[in-house]
T-cell receptor
Framework: EAGVAQSPRYKIIEKRQSVAFWCNPI?????LYWYQQILGQGPKLLIQ????????DSQLPKDRFSAERLKGVDSTLKIQPAKLEDSAVYLC???????????FGPGTRLTVT | SQQGEEDPQALSIQEGENATMNCSYK?????LQWYRQNSGRGLVHLIL?????REKHSGRLRVTLDTSKKSSSLLITASRAADTASYFC?????????????FGKGTKLTVNP
């Protein structure tokens, strides 16, 4: 069974630029999550989708971050414009449903200079 | 906001010894999950224990849950160098009408050969 795919794996941008991350979840998983993990901390949930609807985006900085999950499969997370404090690893995860274990992708390491 | 707090923050042991990590949390939970993260394999789900369960085993892993004390422990028996990683507890709870997983800051385990 293929795992959660993410791209790119690494990205370096300057502040005020924009960036987009892509995620392809495990086939059949209805729930998709985006997390931000800053060095030395645990992952922090940014947004979670159930199929193509948003379940929770309470911790998403909506003035600069946006996410969508078209057709209930792939998802993209965008940052525009980026700030220095956005430097982190962005993890995508999927699960069969909300109360099940989550499967994580390898993450995208973003460096904002 | 982070709900689970792992203790200790860092742990160093010799191969063959047992490792115990603790997690405390604040609000009622649906379940509690433990994840492992190392540079080679990313974030991997280890075990899920539901709020009505008290103990669960998986191979060399033993997890306990005490909902009256709002705490959990993860025991790794007969540790190996390959167990070197950061271990996170994550609490699944319903907050603000939505169910989500909140990670702690993690325990960094080093197993010396």
């Amino acid at each position: 069974e293929a795992g959660v795919a993410q791209s790119p794996r690494y990205k370096i941008i300057e502040k005020r630029q924009s960036v987009a991350f892509w995620c392809n979840p495990i086939s059949g998983h209805a729930t998709l999550y985006w997390y931000q993990q800053i060095l030395g901390q645990g992952p922090k949930l940014l947004i979670q989708f159930q199929n193509n609807g948003v379940v929770d985006d309470s911790q998403l900085p909506k003035d600069r971050f946006s996410a969508e999950r078209l057709k209930g499969v792939d998802s993209t997370l965008k940052i525009q414009p980026a700030k220095l404090e956005d430097s982190a690893v962005y993890l995508c995860a999927s699960s069969l449903a909300l109360e099940y274990e989550q499967y994580f992708g390898p993450g995208t390491r973003l460096t904002v200079t | 906001s982070q709900q689970g707090e792992e203790d200790p923050q860092a742990l160093s042991i010799q191969e063959g010894e047992n490792a115990t990590m603790n997690c405390s949390y604040k609000t009622s939970i649906n379940n509690l999950q433990w994840y492992r993260q190392n540079s080679g394999r990313g974030l991997v789900h280890l075990i899920l224990i539901r709020s009505n369960e008290r103990e669960k085993h998986s191979g060399r892993l033993r997890v306990t849950l005490d909902t009256s004390k709002k705490s959990s422990s993860l025991l790794i028996t007969a540790s190996r160098a390959a167990d070197t990683a950061s271990y996170f507890c994550a609490t699944d709870s319903t907050q603000g009408g939505s169910e989500k997983l909140v990670f702690g800051k993690g325990t960094k385990l080093t197993v010396n050969p």
